[in-house]
């Protein structure tokens, strides 16, 4: 039995392929390779030394995943495949809605008509908004959300909910993302945004390598510490095994389950900036920035329902985090070409 990995060319697909291939799980991708390409599936299979089966298109596609269904013996599928810039999906809203709910809709009806019904959704800690409390757990009451891609985050989980309620023959685990950053220990695969990136561990590695001049910090006047936003970063790696832990959760007939996956511990952009200093060895210049529109001041999460119910806990540090995405944006200044 193999599990389908949509978007599995993808950042943090990728890591997750090479974790259920390590724990010899077969593996099907789907990724149209919109923000990815296909020299991360080869470089996967380097690391792992097995071959990945890889269908190049989209999940709107319904004859080409009906051919995948018929061909393959999928039990499962880890549903990836999606965009995720939140400024663009502002300024894009009719392809986010477009890509990330009408294929999704596709997909689920694929799924069902090839009766498989065991998914893995990757949703986001965005569903939360500007959490009611910290640290955040799964009962936490979702939040108000400011932009289209969070918003495919909250509908998604509740198309899922509604499939789920009107057939519970499904199992449905949807998955709060915290911070994914870090990169594989091997230096070979690894986050590799177009153009200038959004996200503050890209935009620091790229600083560290020579390509951006320097980092600004959005803000140093929030109710917090050292007066900058605070996150609950997590290692690519750990979450892709909180995905490994959730298929074997799967084979349970859980029904329908939500989990945080995080540290549970927070840190500041200026924490993350100086262990990042001390994990490379490279300096880090930056400018106090104002306020960014929408951002959150303190986001981190309790993860004790995933550690109980999913026996998973992240074990990488900061240091870890910053030490791999230096390696891979070291060894790969130009991303995977
Ligand atoms: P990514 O862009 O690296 O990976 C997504 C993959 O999906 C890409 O390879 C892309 O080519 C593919 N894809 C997009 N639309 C597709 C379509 N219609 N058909 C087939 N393939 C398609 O992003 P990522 O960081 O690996 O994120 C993976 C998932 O996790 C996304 O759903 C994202 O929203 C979610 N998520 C990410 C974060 C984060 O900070 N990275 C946080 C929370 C949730
Ligand atoms: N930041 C900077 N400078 C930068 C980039 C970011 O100071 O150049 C700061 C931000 O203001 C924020 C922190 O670094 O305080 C983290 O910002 P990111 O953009 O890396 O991450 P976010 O927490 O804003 O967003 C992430 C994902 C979203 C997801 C959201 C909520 O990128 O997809 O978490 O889970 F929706």
Redesign the pocket.
């Known amino acids: 039995m193999a599990i389908l990995v949509t978007g599995g060319a993808g950042y943090i697909g990728s890591h997750t392929v090479v974790e259920l291939q390590n724990e010899g799980y077969e593996v099907v991708v789907i990724d149209n390779l919109v923000n990815s390409s296909k020299e991360a599936i080869r470089r996967v299979e380097t690391i792992t030394g097995k071959p990945v089966k890889f269908y190049e298109g989209d999940i709107s596609d319904a004859e080409l995943l009906d051919t995948i269904f018929k061909e393959e013996t999928i039990d499962s599928c880890i549903h990836f495949a999606g965009l995720?810039?939140?400024g663009e999906s502002i300024s894009k809203p009719l392809e986010y809605y477009s890509n990330n709910i009408s294929g999704s809709l596709i997909l689920f009806d694929a799924m069902r008509r090839n009766n498989v019904k065991n998914i893995i959704f990757s949703s986001?800690?965005?569903v939360?908004g500007d959490p009611a409390f910290v640290p955040i757990t799964e009962d936490c009451p979702l939040g108000e959300i400011t932009?289209p891609?969070?918003q495919t985050?909250a509908m998604l989980e509740q198309i899922l909910t509604d499939i789920y309620k009107s057939d519970n023959t499904w199992n449905v685990i949807l998955l709060?993302?915290?911070?994914p950053?870090g990169a594989h220990s091997s230096g070979t695969i690894g986050e590799n945004p177009n153009g200038i990136?959004?996200?503050?561990?890209p935009?620091?590695t790229q600083v560290a390598v020579g390509k951006l001049e320097k980092?600004?910090?959005?803000?140093d006047d929030y109710n917090t510490p050292d007066g900058?936003?605070?996150?609950d970063y997590i290692h690519v790696v750990d979450l892709a095994q909180g995905h490994v832990k959730s298929v074997a959760k799967l084979k349970e007939n859980p029904g329908l389950k939500i989990y945080n996956l995080g540290t549970g511990k927070g840190s500041s952009?200026l924490d993350?900036v100086h262990t990042f200093i001390e994990a490379s060895g490279v300096d880090i210049p930056y400018v106090i920035?104002s306020?960014?529109t929408?951002?959150?001041p303190v986001?981190y999460c309790d993860a004790t329902k995933a550690k109980e119910e999913l026996n998973w806990i992240a074990k990488k540090n900061l240091f870890d985090m910053c030490a791999d995405s230096w390696r891979w944006q070291k060894n790969n200044p130009n991303g995977m070409i």
């Not at 709060?176 to 911070?179: D, E, I, L, M, V």
């Not at 980092?215 to 803000?219: C, I, K, M, S």
Request: glycine letters at 10%; charged letters at 20%; aromatic letters at 14%.
């Open positions: 995720k810039a939140v986001s800690a965005t939360y932009n891609y969070g985050k709060r993302y915290f911070n950053i990136p959004n996200n503050l561990m935009y620091i980092l600004g910090v959005f803000g900058t936003c605070i996150r952009v993350v920035k306020r960014r929408g951002d959150v986001n």
